[in-house]
């Protein structure tokens, strides 16, 4: 699945050709995504030119004068430029045709085997796009500048759940999903059975940095190589061959050398050393 790395190597991937281009006329496949625009959406972005190419937790918003545009790659989407006339594929279900600011015809085509992708229109008469409903409720972004330890420890006040679980559900900070938060625990050497609320300020302090530092190794690396992820130039990316315990059950600890243990949480796995993390 896309996590936060993955979402933004591809918004890097489509900012530079999408920036300033102007828009021309968007496509959907017959079989519906998880979420489908709105009707006026054709008519209203159209000779519309792109401003910001951003993100928000795993939502890509591509704004111009008249609104957004927001893409989710739900479970298994992946986001690439095509020629002008290259028919759509059986699991292609959006395309965005445009001209770029050099002058180039081409498309934004979103690939979904999986159908849990979605793309939404949001008029800017409906308001700011952080007040829509998707993305009001989402937990501070990791690299926002005022997102500090004190703001992670006092978020973990009421937290009786164990460290991991609190990360996955994305309320006290987004982006750090099944991988990244068993390699960033690992990284500020905590067990992710801990509870929250007993992780001192020095130790969120840790936490904080850890999570930064594995996100932004993932962006640097090109997001991780899961099956269903490209770059928006169809090369996949490679971070997965970094990892310190995640899918490493069984493996020495690359740190001490002590065997990686794996446990259930919440259905999900989570991979650890017992050495480094207490
Ligand atoms: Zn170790």
Same mark, same amino acid.
């Given at each position: 699945?896309?996590?936060?790395?993955?979402?933004?190597?591809?918004?890097?991937?489509?900012?530079?050709?999408?920036?300033? #281009?102007?828009?021309?006329?968007?496509?959907?496949?017959? /079989?519906?995504?998880? $979420?489908?625009?709105?009707?006026?959406?054709?008519?209203?972005?159209?000779?519309?030119?792109?401003?910001?190419?951003?993100?928000? +937790?795993?939502?890509?918003?591509?704004?111009?004068? #008249? +609104? $957004?545009?927001?893409?989710?790659?739900?479970?298994?989407?992946?986001?690439?430029?095509?020629?002008?006339?290259?028919?759509? +594929?059986?699991?292609?279900?959006?395309?965005? /045709?445009?001209?770029?600011?050099?002058?180039?015809?081409?498309?934004?085509?979103?690939?979904? !085997?999986?159908?849990?992708?979605?793309?939404? $229109? @949001? !008029?800017?008469?409906?308001?700011?796009?952080?007040?829509?409903?998707?993305?009001?409720?989402?937990?501070?972004?990791?690299?926002? !500048?005022?997102?500090?330890?004190?703001?992670?420890?006092?978020?973990?006040?009421?937290?009786?759940?164990?460290?991991?679980?609190?990360?996955?559900?994305?309320?006290?900070?987004?982006?750090?999903?099944?991988?990244?938060?068993?390699?960033?625990?690992?990284? =500020?050497?905590?067990?992710?059975?801990?509870?929250?609320?007993?992780?001192?300020? =020095?130790?969120? &302090?840790?936490?904080?940095?850890?999570?930064?530092?594995?996100?932004? #190794?993932?962006?640097?690396?090109? +997001?991780?190589?899961?099956?269903?992820?490209? @770059?928006? &130039?169809?090369?996949?990316?490679?971070?997965?061959?970094?990892?310190?315990?995640?899918?490493?059950?069984?493996?020495?600890?690359?740190?001490?050398?002590?065997?990686?243990?794996?446990? /259930?949480?919440?259905?999900?796995?989570?991979?650890?050393?017992? &050495?480094?993390?207490?």
């Amino acid at each position: 699945m896309p996590e936060l790395p993955e979402v933004e190597v591809t918004r890097r991937g489509l900012e530079p050709t999408l920036l300033g #281009a102007q828009l021309l006329q968007v496509q959907f496949s017959n /079989k519906s995504l998880r $979420w489908s625009a709105l009707p006026q959406f054709a008519t209203e972005i159209r000779q519309q030119r792109v401003i910001s190419v951003s993100r928000r +937790g795993k939502y890509l918003l591509i704004e111009t004068a #008249a +609104g $957004w545009i927001l893409l989710h790659l739900g479970m298994s989407g992946s986001l690439r430029f095509v020629a002008e006339h290259e028919a759509l +594929g059986p699991w292609d279900h959006f395309d965005l /045709k445009f001209c770029s600011s050099a002058g180039t015809v081409s498309r934004l085509r979103l690939n979904d !085997p999986r159908r849990f992708g979605a793309v939404l $229109w @949001h !008029p800017r008469l409906h308001g700011p796009i952080l007040q829509h409903p998707l993305l009001a409720g989402l937990g501070p972004e990791p690299f926002e !500048p005022d997102f500090s330890a004190e703001r992670l420890y006092h978020s973990l006040r009421s937290k009786t759940a164990a460290i991991k679980q609190v990360l996955l559900a994305g309320q006290v900070v987004v982006g750090v999903g099944n991988i990244y938060a068993s390699e960033s625990l690992f990284r =500020a050497g905590i067990r992710p059975q801990t509870p929250a609320q007993r992780l001192s300020l =020095a130790r969120c &302090n840790k936490l904080l940095e850890a999570i930064r530092q594995t996100l932004l #190794a993932a962006i640097e690396q090109g +997001g991780s190589s899961l099956r269903d992820f490209y @770059h928006t &130039n169809g090369q996949s990316g490679y971070f997965q061959q970094q990892y310190f315990v995640y899918g490493r059950v069984g493996a020495s600890c690359r740190v001490c050398g002590t065997t990686i243990r794996q446990l /259930k949480q919440g259905q999900r796995s989570t991979f650890y050393c017992p &050495n480094c993390q207490r």
